[in-house]
């Protein structure tokens, strides 16, 4: 059974940055692809970040791009999203995801979620 526990999660002021990670266990099959997703109070999901395993590639929604980055440490079987430049309209939950079986940026496509963590951004 696959697992995704992110962690790093927290409150932070506009303007600052926090590192969120995943860590991937239980994966008896291939892992194409991570991302982080995320979905605010209201507002529908969205896949801010996503990470090709194959090829390295990686791919951002315009509201994070130059702000956010997804990398990956594959000896730990760790993903991360460096958020830097924080905005109050970042404040959501963040899940990582691994599995995807369409788009890279339509959250439906990913198979396999972790339980999320929190991101407040405020002043």
């Known amino acids: 059974q696959v697992q995704l526990v992110e962690s790093g999660g927290g409150s932070v002021q506009i303007g600052g940055s926090l590192k969120l990670s995943c860590v991937v266990s239980?994966?008896?099959?291939?892992?194409?692809?991570m991302a982080w997703i995320r979905q605010a109070p209201e507002k529908e999901r969205e896949v801010v970040a996503a990470?090709?395993?194959?090829?390295?590639?990686?791919f951002y929604a315009d509201s994070v791009r130059c702000r956010f980055a997804i990398s990956q440490d594959s000896t730990k079987n760790t993903v991360y999203l460096q958020m830097n430049s924080l905005k109050p309209e970042d404040t959501a939950v963040y899940y990582c995801?691994?599995?995807?079986?369409?788009?890279?940026?339509?959250?439906?496509?990913?198979?396999?979620w972790g339980q999320g963590t929190q991101v407040t951004v405020s002043s």
């Open positions: 995801a691994a599995t995807l079986r369409g788009t890279w940026n339509r959250p439906g496509d990913w198979g396999d």
């Open positions: 239980g994966y008896s099959g291939y892992r194409n692809a």
């Open positions: 990470l090709y395993h194959r090829n390295g590639n990686s």
